[in-house]
DNA sequence: TATACATTTAGATAAATATCTAAATAAGGA
DNA sequence: TCCTTATTTAGATATTTATCTAAATGTATA
C-alpha cells in the first residue's frame, strides 16, 4: 500500500485518477488534458499502474487506462482506522 | 490537500499517525518508536504539523502532539468520490 | 544562575522524483 | 513493405526529500 500513498502524493496523478472517475481513456487522451509531456504522463501512467490504482489494456493502437478500486478501498480502510482511536476498544 | 497527501506519502509519518491514534505523545517519546535521529522525527512532525494532520502544544519541558482527523475526513472524502464514477449522475 | 533535559533549527549530503528531448517499439493502413 | 500514429523506454537534469551531526532554543530545577 506504500506505492499506492506514494502515487496519491502527485496532484497530476490524482487529476489522472479524477479523470478515469467518469471513463477509461486512453494515454494520448489524458495526456491532452495536461500541459505535461507525454512521455511525462506515460511515467505518470506507469506508477499508478505499478501501485495497482489503473489497469492497462492494449486496444489497437491505442492503451486504454480504467480505474481499478480495490487498492482506494484498502487506503479508505487505513484512514478510516485511523480516524476511529483504538479498534479495539469496543464491539457494539 | 495536497501538503496532507505528501504527508501521508512517508511509511514513518503514517507509523506516527498510527502511534498518535491510540494517545497523545510528546517529540522525545514518538521518536522512541524509531530507529532514526530525533531531528529526522522533529522534522516529520513538523510536515504532519503544515500538513495539519497533528497539532502541537507545549507543557512545560515537552511538546505534546496530537492527532487532528479534520483533514483526514478530507482526504477520505476525496478517496470516497473517486470510489463513486460521477458523483452527479444519480440523486437517489 | 548554572546545569540538565527536550526539542527544534541549521547546514550538509545522498537518494528519489518529475520533467524533458530523442529514440525505440508496436499496430494499422496504403 | 513503407509510412503514420500511439505509446513507451532511455538517458539527462533540476528539484525535492529524508537523513545525519552539530548547534541553538526553551524549560525545569538544584
Known amino acids: ?3 499506492a500513498f506514494k502515487a496519491l502524493a502527485d496532484p497530476t496523478r490524482r487529476e489522472i485518477l ?3 472517475r467518469e471513463k477509461s481513456m486512453n494515454a494520448g487522451d489524458i495526456a491532452d488534458h495536461f500541459k505535461i509531456s ?3 504522463i506515460s511515467h505518470h501512467l506507469n506508477l499508478l499502474k505499478q501501485a495497482g490504482l ?3 489494456e492494449r486496444q489497437g ?3 486504454l487506462y480504467t480505474l481499478h478500486t480495490t487498492v ?3 487506503v479508505m480502510g487505513w ?3 485511523i480516524l476511529n482511536k483504538k ?3 469496543e464491539s457494539s
Open 1 to 3: 500500500m506504500n506505492e
Open 18 to 20: 479524477q479523470l478515469l
Open 38 to 40: 507525454k512521455p511525462s
Open 54 to 56: 489503473v489497469m492497462d
Open 61 to 63: 493502437q491505442h492503451i
Open 72 to 74: 482506494v478501498e484498502d
Open 79 to 81: 484512514m478510516f482506522n
Open 87 to 89: 479498534d479495539k476498544e
